[in-house]
Each structure stands twice: as C-alpha cells, then as structure tokens.
C-alpha cells in the first residue's frame, strides 16, 4: 500500500515557465514532507522541506506547499530551467525518523 | 565536502555469488540507511542502524544483511543474489537530532545479476 504517490511519472515544461509537481499521501501521521531531485547516476539530493504546522516554505525558485486537509502537497519550481531536468521524489516522514518515498516524477524543461 | 560515498559504482556479479557493497560517511551522523531502488520505483528501505542498533524491515528477505563496524563505514551483503535482486542500492546518513530530518545520500551502486 502506497502511502506516498506522485501519480504523474511525467512532466514536461518550457524554459521560464512555472513546473508543479503534486504528491498525495495517506498516513496523518506524516509530520514533516521533503522534497528530493534525482539526476541520471546519482543518488538523490535533498531539496526543500516542510513541517506540517506550516503551508508553505520558500527557498529561491523553489516553493513545497502543504495542504494537510487534503493530504497533498506541490513543488512549484519558477522559472523553470533546463538544468531542473530531473527526476523528483517527494518522501514524508513519520513518528520515527524514517521517510517514505513516491515513485518520483520525470521534470523535463525544454529550452 | 562532506560525503557519503559508496563503492563500488557499478557492481557485476553472478546468480548465487555473494556480494558487499560498501557505504562511507564523513558526516558523522549516527543513522545510516540502505534502500534498493529499481526502476521507475520508489526507493525501499532495506534497513537502519540507529548507532549500533540494526533495524531490520520486515519485508527484507534474510538475503541481506549489514554491517557497521564503525560510525564512518556500513556494508551490504547480499549472500547469494538472485535476477530479482539487480537494482540501485542506495546508502544514506542521518542525524537523530529532532531538528535535522533530512538524509542524505550516496550516489549508489548499481547492481548487475547475470
């Protein structure tokens, strides 16, 4: 049971224009969401986070918005460049310090 | 930098031929995790030490099994490897400190099962 999902595999978007990317969970005990961005042969980097007494957490060009009444939370990245061309994996954490990971989704920025 | 860093990148092996991988971190932190991902998949987690405490998920097959000998160095054993078990193994650190939450990762091992 996917207590995490990113039900869009794939993005696509031009260059300067706004990329959302949503992810769902299910578990209310999730407490603390972040965001992780993926190249080709790398392991993942950590990007943007956010608690859950928060709605919103800003960081240049990258904005996590949480809505905990709908269970779902969005990474809005503007403008969008090309080098944002990855893969994104949203992952929530719980009680423990443990995360629970989305399947991630593929950002294609074209120029 | 800190790191953490992981060998080899690329491991071949085969069918039934044990296999470590090895995971090192000059981050200090006391957690350190090991996820296999396949493709197209979420990362899954394998299992954890907290310090020197192994926590195993309980949907790891008995197939792994880790090893820390020490803060800085974490080891994944696959005893005798199966097609099924050809995936990306990530290693990641953690501190348990309440205000740190994020982990970080190596850049994996990929592993090739012939």
């Known amino acids: 049971d996917q207590q995490v999902k990113q039900n869009s595999p794939s993005l696509s978007v031009q260059e300067g224009r706004i990329s959302i990317l949503n992810c769902d969970y299910t578990?209310?005990?999730?407490?603390?969401f972040l965001w992780y961005k993926k190249y080709p042969a790398e392991g993942p980097t950590f990007l943007i986070s956010?608690?859950?007494?928060?709605d919103k957490n800003e960081d240049g060009r990258f904005t996590v918005f949480l809505n905990k009444s709908a269970k779902h939370l969005s990474l809005h990245i503007v403008p969008s460049q090309p080098g944002d061309s990855a893969v994104y994996f949203c992952?929530?954490?719980?009680?423990?310090?443990?995360?629970?990971f989305g399947k991630g989704t593929l950002l294609t920025v074209n120029p | 930098d800190a790191m953490v860093i992981q060998n080899p990148r690329y491991q071949v092996t085969q069918f039934g031929k044990p296999v470590t991988l090895s995971c090192s971190q000059t981050?200090?932190?006391?957690?350190m995790y090991w996820y296999q991902q396949k493709s197209s998949q979420a990362p899954k987690l394998l299992f954890h030490?907290?310090?020197?405490?192994?926590?195993n998920e309980a949907d790891t097959p008995d197939n792994f099994q880790s090893r820390r000998p020490n803060t800085s160095f974490c080891f994944l054993d696959i005893r005798s490897p199966g097609l099924g078990d050809a995936a990306m193994y990530l290693c990641?650190?953690?501190?348990?400190?309440?205000?740190?939450?994020?982990?970080?990762f190596g850049p994996g091992t990929r592993l090739t099962v012939l």
């Open positions: 990641a650190t953690s501190s348990s400190l309440p205000a740190y939450n994020e982990q970080f």
């Open positions: 578990n209310s005990m999730f407490d603390y």
């Open positions: 956010i608690s859950s007494i928060k």
């Open positions: 992952a929530a954490k719980g009680s423990n310090y443990k995360l629970t």
């Open positions: 981050l200090n932190h006391n957690v």
């Open positions: 030490y907290y310090d020197k405490d192994f926590n």
